[in-house]
């Protein structure tokens, strides 16, 4: 069975950072690229930045772009996402995604608040 | 970036009833390798989406065959057959094809 699972949310001031972490169970986690994609409270999907199965290539929605890092390890099967420079406009629900949106993580909530 | 107009915004519909829902890009999601990468995705409240249709048509391992997904290039529709109480959340489409991956706004589906 796959399982994607979220950690490293909580409530951090403007202007700070986080780091999310996805660990990866029931598939070949080096085969697959992967993507974060969040939901602000009440709004609808944003995709945030993808990664693939390597590692060797990222891309990222343009208003984080400089600010957050996707990285893996596929060693540990694990799904980073480093987030500096905070803003209150990334408060959300952060998921971690399989490629082609096949398999969703439970989220991890990120607030941004002062 | 691909921009999907979705629609209805929400639907009201009987059990048992079937109900389409729309789904326009800017452009065609048709990528190089011949494949279209356009999805639909459930979410139903307080719970992570869920995929239910991949690359157009495909229904994903367990999902009934109420449902089904038809369409081309730019223009996709999801029915949804006899709708049942557990079929209600939002819908969303969703293109893989085009980075910066994109989504519809979400079409609401209520039970009446």
């Known amino acids: 069975e796959v399982q994607l699972v979220e950690s490293g949310g909580g409530l951090v001031q403007p202007g700070r950072s986080l780091k999310l972490s996805c660990v990866a169970s029931g598939f070949t986690f080096n085969n697959y690229w992967m993507t974060w994609i969040r939901q602000a409270p009440g709004k609808g999907l944003e995709w945030v930045a993808s990664?693939?199965?390597?590692?060797?290539?990222?891309y990222y929605l343009d208003s984080v772009k400089g600010r957050f890092t996707i990285s893996r390890d596929n060693a540990k099967r694990t799904l980073y996402l480093q987030m500096n420079s905070l803003r209150s406009e990334d408060t959300a629900t952060y998921y971690c995604t399989r490629d082609q949106a096949a398999y969703w993580g439970q989220g991890t909530l990120v607030t941004v608040s002062s | 970036d691909v921009m999907m107009a979705q629609t209805p915004p929400s639907l009201s519909v009987a059990i048992g009833q079937s109900v389409s829902i729309s789904c326009k890009s800017s452009q065609s999601l048709v990528y190089s390798d011949v494949k279209t990468y356009l999805h639909w995705l459930l979410q139903t409240s307080g719970r992570s989406p869920k995929r239910l249709i991949y690359q157009v048509s495909n229904l994903d391992s367990g999902v009934p065959d109420r449902f089904s997904g038809t369409g081309s290039q730019k223009d996709f529709t999801l029915k949804i057959s006899r709708v049942e109480a557990k079929d209600l959340g939002i819908y969303y489409c969703a293109q893989t094809t085009h980075f910066p991956l994109t989504f519809g706004s979400g079409t609401k589906l209520e039970i009446k």
């Open positions: 990664i693939t199965n390597t590692g060797g290539s990222t």
